[in-house]
């Protein structure tokens, strides 16, 4: 979603959000997902990347809505999120994350099972359209229940939310 002034779509649901408009604030929710801030000169955009959204292609949309607003460059942060070590994984699912975001997001948990790694999934992501991750913070949401929520670790109804504007 295009954010053209500061206020619009206010409240509306969205994967992503992009800005070229000062002033305007994006905000995205998430529990274990991943939260993207997308920062190039003059736009910003914030998405939600979980294993369905990865698959449903939302970084390189985001990425394609904000070079559409005028930007080349692009650099991400990606903020807390659940981590491989608490993310076991149906190996379907994991295959279709794999098909669509590359090799390297499958991973083992702290158990020994399958699992995801939705740091690599999105990293991963992101590369393949050229964005490179400038920050990523390394906190597990599942394993870090004294500072996150954790919707799968704890079954939390709280969300995070990433915040990002242009001044």
């Known amino acids: 979603m295009t954010v053209p002034e500061p206020g619009a779509n206010a409240g509306a649901e969205a994967d992503a959000a ?3 408009v000062p002033g305007a604030v994006l905000a995205v929710q998430v529990a274990d ?3 993207v801030v997308l920062l190039a000169d003059g736009v910003v955009g914030v998405a939600h990347a979980g294993w369905r959204g990865l698959v449903a292609g939302v970084l390189p949309a985001t990425v394609a809505a904000m070079r559409a607003l005028g930007t080349g460059s692009v650099r991400a942060l990606l903020g807390p999120c659940v981590h491989p070590c608490c993310y076991e994984f149906d190996p379907e699912e994991l295959a279709r994350v794999a098909a669509a975001t590359g090799d390297g997001v499958e991973a083992t948990s702290s158990g020994g099972a399958l699992a995801l790694d ?3 999934a999105v990293t991963a992501s992101l590369a393949a359209v050229d ?6 913070v390394s906190t597990c949401t599942a394993c870090g229940a004294d500072r996150h929520w954790s919707h799968r670790a704890r ?5 995070h939310a990433a915040l990002a504007w242009l001044s």
Request: hydrophobic residues 45%; proline residues 10%; charged residues 25%.
């Open 18 to 20: 992009v800005t070229a």
């Open 33 to 35: 997902c991943a939260p």
């Open 118 to 120: 939705l740091p690599a």
């Open 131 to 136: 964005v490179e991750v400038d920050t990523v």
């Open 155 to 159: 079954a939390d109804q709280e969300r």
